[in-house]
């Protein structure tokens, strides 16, 4: 019997994952470092530490610095406000799998990797009534960001549920990757540009094309 569904929030929730792109593209090349738009889609979920370190190794073969790590990830962070000014846009069929869980009474649990401020008044804003401040787990809750398991095991702890009791909602490589780490049921839902093989690859336990795609399915995984 499933008690609750964890919502992974960019790419799932909200359509933000071609701005947090761009953001980070442009940041890391006028910043000298070299890197790809597909790199951000396949980092998706790391911390934003693990991905310029990636990437500093990459190029010159080493860490970046605590100060670089701080200095690119705020200029990231204020170019992606500038690119979803005035705020990011609700995904397309999330609403309608967010009412059918919540009409199953089931619970709804956040589980991402942003570390926005701003992430619980866009959230009231968009989805009101759909989630509760304290079943969220953001980038302040853990030390490791996906793909390791621990996400999506404090997801569990907020809500005093087991991995058989969970379903988890991912579109990223590194997510479906953490969920089943954690032991969850994990539906995936292809909304960016890479191929299904690298969701199927990852671990996913059911793949869809989109958020539409699966509230026409989402209530027959519920038991
Ligand atoms: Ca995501």
Same mark, same amino acid.
Do not use: C
């Given at each position: 019997?499933? /008690? ?17 792109? #761009? ?6 090349? =006028? ?17 934003? =530490? ?26 990231? $962070?204020? #170019? ?6 005035? @705020? ?6 999330? #609403?309608?799998?967010?009412? /059918? ?5 089931? =619970?709804?649990?956040?589980?991402? @990797?942003? @570390? =926005?401020?701003?992430?619980?008044? /866009?959230?009231? /804003? ?12 953001? $980038? ?34 590194? @997510?479906?990757?953490?969920? #089943? ?26 793949? !869809? ?9 989402? $209530?027959? !995984?519920?038991?």
């Amino acid at each position: 019997m499933i /008690k609750a569904v964890l919502f992974d929030m960019d790419g799932v929730l909200y359509d933000s994952m071609p701005s947090h792109v #761009r953001a980070w593209h442009e940041t890391m090349s =006028q910043a000298g470092v070299s890197s790809s738009p597909e790199d951000f889609y396949l980092f998706e979920g790391r911390t934003g =530490q693990s991905t310029i370190n990636i990437l500093f190794n990459r190029s010159f073969g080493k860490d970046a610095t605590p100060e670089e790590i701080e200095a690119l990830y705020a200029k990231k $962070a204020q #170019r992606f406000t500038e690119l979803e000014h005035p @705020g990011s846009k609700p995904m397309p069929g999330a #609403r309608e799998v967010l009412e /059918k869980v919540k009409a199953a009474g089931i =619970q709804r649990i956040i589980v991402t @990797g942003s @570390g =926005q401020h701003s992430l619980i008044d /866009k959230l009231d /804003k968009n989805y009101p009534d759909f989630f509760d401040k304290d079943l969220m787990v953001t $980038a302040y809750d853990v030390r490791h960001g996906k793909p390791h398991p621990e996400p999506y095991r404090m997801g569990l702890l907020k809500g005093n549920i087991l991995p058989e009791e969970a379903l988890v909602i991912e579109n990223a490589p590194l @997510g479906v990757e953490s969920g #089943r780490a954690a032991g969850i049921y994990t539906i995936a839902v292809n909304t960016g540009p890479l191929p299904d093989r690298v969701l199927w690859e990852a671990g996913a336990n059911a793949l !869809y094309p989109s958020m539409l795609a699966l509230a026409k399915h989402i $209530a027959a !995984y519920f038991h």
